[in-house]
């Protein structure tokens, strides 16, 4: 199995971009689509980015998904960043296992 | 429009078991696969069950392999999780949610999970 780490918090203020980065601990993290939530509070996840890099419809261009074989890591960017996008962000992927995997979630602060 | 809506937390002892029910609605409940994640208070996400559409393929989290069994019920539009010998630390909100790629023709789960239900919280306290 292996792990996905976010920092646990970053913030930023309005109009800013933002990034959150997830980094896989073994394997590469080409070799399984990499998905963020957000949660705000109170609230269900929901999708912000799936297949590393694909948004749902209704989901502004704002966000976008990367990911990067030489630090072995995912990332989410929120640009023109607005106080609605505080919110908890998770990457999420699964392993060889048949085992979801979670990491363990970023604060953002939007101040 | 898609609907996944959990059912049959409450509190329960340590040793004890608890069935949660998930109903969908909305869309072709026996084409895709299932999950449950779970949610302590305060802290992250953590999935703990995936069946495959048909109910032949099951995993589960380590954490709770041996005791949580998932199940699906296609007549009823139903997903379950029997939760036996719970623990303090099973305390959790569990959302269902589903599976973003239909299981026919034998495609597995693609472990994005497309749309949630509200959550049902299950706390385990003597």
């Known amino acids: 199995n292996f792990m996905l780490t976010q920092p646990h918090s970053v913030s930023e203020s309005p109009g800013k971009t933002v990034t959150i980065s997830c980094t896989r601990s073994?394997?590469?993290?080409?070799?399984?689509?990499v998905q963020w939530y957000q949660q705000r509070p109170g609230s269900s996840p929901t999708t912000v980015i799936f297949?590393?890099?694909?948004?749902p419809s209704g989901v502004p261009d704002r966000f976008s998904g990367s990911i990067d074989s030489s630090s072995n890591s995912a990332s989410l960017t929120i640009s023109g960043l607005k106080t609605e996008d505080e919110a908890d962000y998770y990457c999420q992927s699964y392993d060889s296992n048949n085992q979801g995997v979670f990491g363990g979630g970023t604060k953002l602060t939007v101040l | 429009q898609v609907q996944l809506v959990e059912s049959g937390g409450g509190v329960v002892q340590p040793g004890r078991s608890r069935r949660l029910s998930c109903t969908a609605s909305?869309?072709?409940?026996?084409?895709?696969?299932m999950h449950w994640v779970r949610q302590a208070p305060g802290k992250g996400l953590e999935w703990v069950a995936v069946i495959s559409y048909d109910g032949s393929k099951k995993y589960y989290a380590d954490s709770v392999k041996g005791r949580f069994t998932i199940s699906r019920d296609s007549s009823k539009n139903t997903l379950y999780l029997q939760m036996n010998s719970l623990r303090a630390e099973d305390t959790a909100v569990y959302y269902c949610?589903?599976?973003?790629?239909?299981?026919?023709?034998?495609?597995?789960?693609?472990?994005?999970?497309?749309?949630w239900g509200q959550g049902t919280l299950v706390t385990v306290s003597s």
């Open positions: 949610a589903k599976d973003y790629v239909p299981g026919l023709l034998g495609t597995p789960p693609s472990y994005y999970f497309d749309y």
């Open positions: 297949e590393d890099n694909q948004r």
């Open positions: 909305g869309f072709t409940f026996s084409t895709y696969g």
């Open positions: 073994s394997d590469s993290i080409a070799s399984n689509y």
